[in-house]
Each structure stands twice: as C-alpha cells, then as structure tokens.
C-alpha cells in the first residue's frame, strides 16, 4: 500500500515515540547512566566484607593502652580510641563495631541489633582472653571460600536493572501519553484514521526497543568492570526482560488512561512506584519483610522482577525454576492492560 | 468527484449539546456544498467549536442528525476519517520530532493521498523539513498542522481558528493554501472570529450566538442587508452585521 513516502503507521508511531526518547537528555541519564553511577557507589560504600577489618573503639581510660596493644596484635582487628562523650555516636555513625571499656574484666558496649557488632564482639572477646592465657583445646583449619556474585553489588546490579525496567515502562509510558493528551495531540490524532490499537501497540513496542540498551548497558559493565558474574543464558535474561518491561508496560497505561494533568499523572506513579521502591527487595533482601506482609511482597511485579533476574543472572536460572515469578509478570501484564483500555480518555 | 448526496458535502440539523447546566449548541442546523468555502462566524462561547467537533465526530450532540459525505459517524467511522481533513485549535504538535517525520507519522494513518515531499511544497516548509518542530515561528506551526489535515487528500477540510494568533502575513500565506485546496475541489468549514477572513475565503457565513445560527448568507449579502452606510467613509462589515444583530461587538472581551 502507498503511503507517500511514510511507514506503516505503526512503525510510524514506534519510531516518533523512539525519537521523543532519544531527543530527551534527561530520559537518558535515569536509564543509562544512573543504574551505572549507583553501582559503582554501591561498590566503594559496600566493599566486599571478606577483607573488612573489625573496627573496634577503647575508651580512653586507665588500661587503655594495655588493651590496645593487643587487639593491634590481632590482624583482622582496627583498634581506636575514643572518649567517652564520642562513643554513642561512633556507635551510631558505624565508625566502630563495639567499644571496649578497660577494667578486670573489660565491659563491650555494642548494639546486638547489628550483624558487625555482634560479630566483633566474638572477635574482641577471643583477642583478649587468648592474650589473658587461655588454652586453645584445638585449632580448627580455615578453608578460605570466595562464591563469586556473593558481593553486595553484585546481587544489587540485578535489582537496579530490575527497577529501571520498571521504572522506564511505568514512567515512560505514562508521561508520554498524558503528555500527548495535554497538548491534545492524542485527540488530534484520533481525528484521523489512525487505529487506535496501533498507538497503544506503538507504545509498547517502542518501550521494548529501548529495553535493549537499558538492560545491555548496565550489566555489560556490571560485568566486564565490576566483575559481576553472568551464570544465566543470554536467551533467558532477555525472557525475563521483555517479561518484566510488557508486564510493567500494561501498569503504565493504566496509570495514564485518565490522567489529564502532569500533577496527576506524577501522584498516581509514585503511589505504584513506592511501594515497589521499598518492599520489592532492591537494595535489601524482601525476606527481611515479616512473614504476615509476605504475600503482598511476592505479588509486587518489582519483586517477581528482581527476583527473576538475580535468579538468572546469578544462578543461572532456568525459566522453568522462576515459572512462579513469571506468572504473577504475566498477571501485571494483562489485568491492567485491559482495563486501561476500556477507560482509556482520548481526549 | 461523485456527487452521491445532491451536492451536499455535510449537513447536520437541530444538533443540541449541553454541558449541565450549559446550552453550547441549541437546536443548530447547517448544510454545505461540495467544494464550498463555510464560514463559522462568532464569538468565542458561540458554540463555534463544539459545532465542528459534532461535525468531526469527536463529540456526540445530545440530540441531532449528522451526515458527512453521506455517511453516519456512528456506522462508518473509519472510512470517513480517511476522506476528512481535521485541524483542531489547541493542538500542540510534539516538539521534538522535524517538520518531515511529523507530517510523515500522519501520512502514514491514511491510505492515500500526496507525497510528503509534496505536501511539504504545497505548505511552503521545504525549507525546514528537517527543523524540529519546537523551533517553528506560530505560522510555519500552523502550516504544519494544515499540512497534517491535508495528509490523506481529503474531500472536506475542517479548520478551527486556523489563523487565531498569527501575523498579518502568516495569515495570508495560510488563506492562499486554502485557496488552492478550494481549486482543486476541496470543500472547507473553518470557524473564526475574524471578519476579514471570513469575507475573503467564505462563500457563505453563519453567524453563530449562544449556540445557534442568527444569520446565514454570502458575506457581501449579509453585508449588503445593513442598507446604506450610516457613514459615507466606512465600509459595510460582517462586524456591523453582528453588531446590527445582536447589538454587541463580535470580539467584545466577556
């Protein structure tokens, strides 16, 4: 069929949706860039643990000095002192684990809350009463074990890549057509024969075009610079990406099919976003969550994400192993979708 | 050109809107011939856009009988679109795609019509086929937006306020390509509240107030129905039409 010189419509709207993204240096930034300069502070803020010494404070008191002569001894052990006024807050801040007050015996303040302080009071405790002259009864043989992808930023990088999907389908596709619709180019281009299912569809489709940078470039470097491992199968991961994005896209129509201004639109994206944001396990395990808020947690599509890519990328997951979490993606997907449109405004 | 409706382009009668308490359109009625020129004369809350909206079957009228091109909105949305011309008022095209890509997304909704490059021509933008829209003057914006509407070579154009806001040459450039769209065959509704411009396109005018047409004839005819001038020096206007009409000023500020 002649189209003077244009496309198919559909390819028409993909291409001027891609456009409107590309020309956009700020939709850029969040997807490219951003996930990029999360990581590489993740990675200097949480360096990997294996090699971390235990930060230890002494109250600087009579017999301070004693003491820290021999936790210096103990290799794994950064001793400093403080003064009393200081310690709440070293405590507070993290600058120290536990704080040691001299005397016979020594007094630890530290709080059991913290994984760290529990764990530097085992180490004091052993420094101190070997020093003192307790016999060993044997000496076990450490196996040093490093499991690659154990790092912080290595399971954070999935999650990121997780809430960017997320966040470029839900965001992206909303704004684009309230924005169209404030500037009443929705209705203008209902005033021509374009279908209307082709718009929705160009949406989307322009959406998963973008998909492949934004999940490529994040975990390349990921893995060629911070060393990331990549366990999964190219085929998988790209599965659960369109997976993710389609399922998150249907969201992102709902959120825009009546909203007729930016005030509204952003409202009703943060009040979807937030939750995700916060319980969906991106920069914290979602298991940490009480077991009562468990099945809310689990049906958030950030959560099924997440977990999908971590599985895939980490364990090298089969999608029939993360058939659950692409169930409840599948879910998001379609329930949305069709009731945005059936309320769709195109007006 | 086949005439299947008597030479009859659209018509509609007693179309009614109400928005609540608010009668927008009220019992209005109007029949336009193939390759004519219909003006839409009135003040702005006459009733001017929502008639051409019922018209364009973008809204529907509460009560009424619409007829385009022998079809009905409600049985053959589709093949209609493909033979209208629509240009709304409000219209904001998106900023960041070129003058080529923009007029090439509405090229594609319609399964004939002119070359791009061709439409390009008849707007006088070849110049700027490739400048982003956002960085058109209001004319070459509005020229665009015509060029969109004439995409699909379309029998009837609908044009709401085409000119509002633009300079004295804009405005003309704008009434030549309409000029031509006449030539060819094309029949044109606009709404205005411009005199000038409905006595230069239009072969015929309505006026329209509060949602009805009070007058309805040839501009000059209209014009001509004051009698003589009360004033040997000033020409006879559509304005002193209205004015003798309904006593009030045509862009009188509510």
């Not at chain 1, 000496?139 to 954070?156: E, K, N």
């Not at chain 1, 929705?200 to 489709?205: G, I, P, R, S, Y």
């Not at chain 1, 969201?251 to 939750?275: D, H, Y």
């Not at chain 2, 003006?39 to 973008?58: Q, W």
Request: net charge neutral; with cysteine; aromatic share 6%.
């Amino acid at each position: 069929m002649s189209r003077g010189g244009a496309s198919h419509p559909i390819v028409e709207l993909s291409l001027a949706r891609l456009r409107e993204i590309f020309r956009e240096p700020e939709a850029l930034f969040w997807a490219f860039v951003f996930p990029i300069l999360m990581s590489v502070a993740m990675a200097m803020a949480f360096p990997s643990s294996s090699n971390a010494p235990t930060r230890v404070g002494v109250r600087q008191a009579a017999g301070a000095d004693s003491l820290m002569a021999i936790l210096v001894e103990s290799k794994t052990i950064t001793p400093r002192l403080v003064v009393a006024e200081a310690e709440a807050r070293a405590l507070r801040d993290g600058d120290v684990d536990i704080v040691v007050v001299p005397g016979t015996p020594p007094t630890y303040r530290y709080d059991p809350a913290r994984a760290e302080s529990r764990a530097a009071r085992l180490v004091v405790d052993d420094a101190l009463k070997r020093a003192a002259g307790r016999t060993e009864p044997w000496t076990a043989s450490d196996q040093l074990v490093s499991v690659p992808g154990s790092r912080y930023v290595d399971w954070l990088l999935p999650g990121l890549v997780g809430m960017g999907i997320v966040a470029t389908s839900v965001w992206g596709i909303a704004f684009s057509i309230v924005q169209a619709r404030m500037r009443k180019l929705l209705k203008r281009m209902v005033a021509s024969p374009m279908r209307r299912s082709h718009y929705l569809l160009a949406q989307v489709l322009a959406r998963m075009l973008f998909l492949l940078p934004e999940v490529a470039i994040p975990l390349l470097f990921g893995h060629y610079v911070i060393g990331m491992p990549m366990h999964g199968s190219i085929a998988a991961l790209v599965f659960v990406s369109v997976a993710g994005a389609l399922s998150t896209g249907g969201i992102g129509l709902l959120a825009a099919s009546r909203a007729k201004t930016f005030e509204a639109i952003s409202g009703m994206v943060n009040l979807i976003m937030l939750p995700m944001w916060i319980a969906s396990g991106v920069f914290f395990s979602a298991s940490r969550f009480p077991a009562a808020v468990q099945p809310f947690v689990q049906a958030l599509p950030l959560t099924a994400l997440v977990d999908s890519l971590r599985a895939v990328i980490l364990e090298g997951a089969s999608l029939a192993s993360i058939a659950g979490e692409l169930a409840i993606l599948a879910a998001w997907g379609v329930i949305p979708f069709v009731i945005a449109l059936r309320i769709f405004r195109w007006r | 050109m086949t005439d299947r409706s008597n030479g009859i382009a659209f018509q509609c009668t007693g179309l009614v809107k109400r928005y609540g308490d608010v009668v927008a359109v009220n019992g209005l009625s109007l029949a336009v011939h193939r390759g004519e020129c219909f003006g839409l004369l009135g003040p702005n809350g006459a009733g001017k856009t929502t008639t051409i909206e019922i018209l364009e079957g973008l809204l529907a009228p509460d009560a009424g009988h619409v007829e385009v091109l022998g079809l009905r909105w409600d049985r053959d949305e589709h093949a209609l679109r493909q033979r209208l011309g629509i240009q709304l008022q409000e219209t904001q095209l998106a900023d960041k795609l070129t003058v080529e890509e923009t007029l090439k997304l509405f090229r594609s909704f319609y399964t004939r019509g002119r070359d791009v490059t061709d439409l390009l021509r008849m707007v006088e933008l070849e110049g700027k086929r490739k400048s982003w829209v956002s960085k058109l003057s209001g004319g070459q914006k509005q020229r665009l937006s015509v060029a969109c509407a004439l995409a699909g070579s379309p029998d009837v154009l609908f044009l709401d306020e085409p000119t509002t806001g633009l300079d004295p040459q804009s405005r003309r450039q704008l009434w030549g390509i309409l000029n031509r769209f006449r030539a060819d065959g094309g029949t044109i509704l606009l709404t205005t509240h411009y005199m000038d411009e409905a006595e230069v396109l239009c072969d015929r005018v309505a006026i329209v107030d509060q949602g009805n047409v009070i007058a309805l004839d040839a501009p000059k005819t209209l014009i001509a129905s004051l009698g003589e001038p009360k004033v040997i020096t000033h020409h006879g206007t559509l304005e002193d039409v209205f004015m003798a009409l309904t006593g009030r000023h045509l862009r009188e500020e509510q």
